[in-house]
């Protein structure tokens, strides 16, 4: 995946938003390998300017890793192995967080059953783009409440008036 600016050609991955945030990721990342993780690709800060951060996959990631209890908003993915389906969602709710959540599978009954079970605002489901402006965006928990974009993000805004009325 191209690390660059998003005006350069085919650049897949812009910089994060500031210092302290690619500090941050750095720091969960560190965290993570100093509990048993292992980088299969990335796992640095790039030098130079700018706030990037190679693009990152974490394999043997241990349930006691910061990382599996944050909203890191870097290009980190945490890979971990689970026996069953109610441990791999258990897993997943095991935060204060839940702004979105990714679901791959084949088996439509399954990627229903976890999507109904994750406690999350939005779900990716066999894609990792969620954003579309006619969709409403928002987390549950700590991840915020409300909505915005699609009809939900305007209700938001709006204040719903009955009048019951004899005539």
């Known amino acids: 995946m191209k690390v660059g600016r998003g005006t350069e050609d085919d650049v897949k991955v812009g910089p994060l938003?500031?210092?302290?945030?690619?500090?941050?990721?750095a720091e969960l990342v560190s965290d993570a390998l100093g509990k048993g993780a292992q980088a299969v690709v990335g796992g640095t800060a790039r030098d130079g300017a700018g706030y990037f951060y190679e693009p990152t996959v974490l394999a043997g990631v241990g349930a006691d890793a910061e990382l599996m209890?944050?909203?890191?908003?870097?290009?980190?993915?945490?890979?971990?192995?689970?026996?069953?389906e109610d441990a791999a969602i258990a897993a997943a709710n095991d935060t204060e967080y839940g702004l979105v959540s990714y679901?791959?599978?084949?088996?439509?009954?399954?990627?229903?059953?976890?999507?109904?079970?994750?406690?999350?605002?939005?779900?990716?489901?066999?894609?990792?783009?969620?954003?579309?402006?006619?969709?409403?965006?928002?987390?549950?928990?700590?991840?915020?409440?409300?909505?915005?974009?699609?009809?939900?993000?305007?209700?938001?805004?709006?204040?719903?008036?009955?009048?019951?009325?004899?005539?």
């Open 17 to 25: 938003i500031d210092a302290t945030q690619r500090d941050k990721v």
């Open 69 to 84: 209890r944050e909203e890191i908003f870097g290009p980190v993915a945490p890979v971990i192995s689970f026996d069953d």
């Open 103 to 167: 679901v791959y599978t084949s088996d439509l009954k399954r990627a229903f059953r976890v999507c109904e079970k994750l406690q999350t605002g939005m779900i990716g489901l066999n894609q990792g783009m969620v954003s579309n402006a006619a969709a409403p965006f928002g987390g549950v928990k700590s991840s915020g409440f409300g909505r915005e974009g699609g009809k939900e993000g305007i209700e938001e805004y709006l204040e719903t008036k009955y009048i019951a009325m004899a005539l």
